[in-house]
């Protein structure tokens, strides 16, 4: 299974959600199928999408947010399934696209290699209620829909393969695309916590 091929499989519906993603690979691909306002591709701050995304949920309680992560970005903040079990957003889907590696810094293998370490099992062992694990398109697609109808937190681990884009680049630096997110948010949500940008 191809992260490329699953992002296209949920992107229709993904036009009406605040999605954060990690950086590099995961970002350009989601870029490359279309680039949204609702669209914050979190640039640098390796581990802190769910952070984000976490902060967002509660903010927001009216939206579905989406996280979009990798392996390496989660096992940089493991903590971050605790933190989500604690404040239980019924309105947060976490995905981690687990490849394996640490692909767009050069392929480096992760804990997660081989079945070293269970990213789910670890998820569940927080405290996250819903979680699932997918190694097929069909059950990915399948999981993303039911956490998008479930009104609780849910958690999904995609196995992938640890293959990127061919080509790396966006017409849209980090300020420009945080501004442009939040006022969209501001304009479309029924926002409590946002301030004027
Ligand atoms: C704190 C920190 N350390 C290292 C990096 C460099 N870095 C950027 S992306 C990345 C790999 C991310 O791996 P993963 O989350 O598994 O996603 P993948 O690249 O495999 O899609 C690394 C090490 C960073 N941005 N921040």
Redesign the pocket.
């Known amino acids: 299974m191809e992260?490329a091929r699953c992002l296209e499989a949920i992107y229709p519906e993904l036009y009406d959600k605040p999605v954060v993603t990690?950086?590099?690979?995961?970002a350009q691909e989601l870029y490359n199928l279309g680039h949204r306002d609702n669209f914050f591709y979190l640039?640098?701050?390796?581990?802190l999408a769910s952070s984000i995304g976490l902060g967002l949920a509660l903010s927001l309680p009216a939206e579905k947010v989406v996280v979009l992560?990798?392996?390496?970005?989660?096992?940089?903040n493991l903590g971050t399934f605790a933190t989500l079990a604690r404040y239980q957003p019924k309105n947060l889907v976490h995905i981690s696209?687990?490849?394996g590696?640490?692909?767009?810094?050069g392929g480096?293998t992760?804990h997660t290699t081989s079945g070293i370490t269970d990213l789910a099992a670890i998820a569940k062992g927080a405290g996250i209620e819903h979680v699932s694990t997918a190694t097929t398109p069909y059950r990915f697609g399948e999981s993303v829909l039911e956490a998008f109808e479930r009104n609780a937190l849910s958690v999904i681990v995609a196995k992938v393969k640890?293959v990127?884009p061919d080509q790396f680049g966006m017409n849209l630096q980090l300020p420009e695309n945080a501004f442009r997110f939040k006022r969209h948010l501001a304009e479309t949500s029924r926002a409590l916590h946002l301030t004027e940008v």
Do not use: K
């Open positions: 992260r990690i950086m590099g690979a995961c640039q640098h701050a390796m581990g992560d990798g392996d390496g970005s989660v096992l940089m696209f687990d490849n590696s640490l692909l767009s810094t480096f992760s640890a990127g």
